[in-house]
């Protein structure tokens, strides 16, 4: 089995900092990518940042010169550092991997979910 486990998130007030991070672990052949989504009460889940093995990064434009993602590809750990955070950055942060078994299966897996609110 493969667990991806998130750090908590937290309140912050509007222009202020957070980092989260989140590491997969188990029977992982290889990690193609890693990356952070959110969803907001009422919205769809959304990709905020991504991440590849070969370190190419996606940003959606709403987080771009804000947000950066990370990652420590020998321990198969992401972060994400949010800065300038907005009242509509607040959402459940998600982390996601996908990745190869030893099997040649590509697998996505999910973490739990973490509560970023942005308020003062």
């Known amino acids: 089995q493969v667990q991806v486990v998130e750090s908590r998130g937290g309140l912050v007030q509007p222009g202020g900092s957070l980092r989260l991070s989140c590491a997969a672990s188990g029977s992982i052949f290889r990690i193609n990518a890693m990356g952070w989504y959110r969803q907001a009460p009422g919205k769809q889940r959304e990709l905020v940042a991504a991440?590849?093995?070969?370190?190419?990064?996606n940003y959606h434009d709403s987080v771009k010169d804000r947000f950066t993602i990370s990652r420590t590809n020998g321990k198969n750990t992401v972060y994400l550092q949010m800065n300038s955070l907005k009242p509509e950055d607040t959402a459940v942060y998600y982390c996601n991997a996908d990745w190869v078994d030893y099997s040649g299966t590509i697998v996505k897996s999910w973490g739990q979910g973490t509560q970023v609110t942005v308020s003062s």
């Open positions: 991440i590849t093995s070969g370190g190419n990064t």
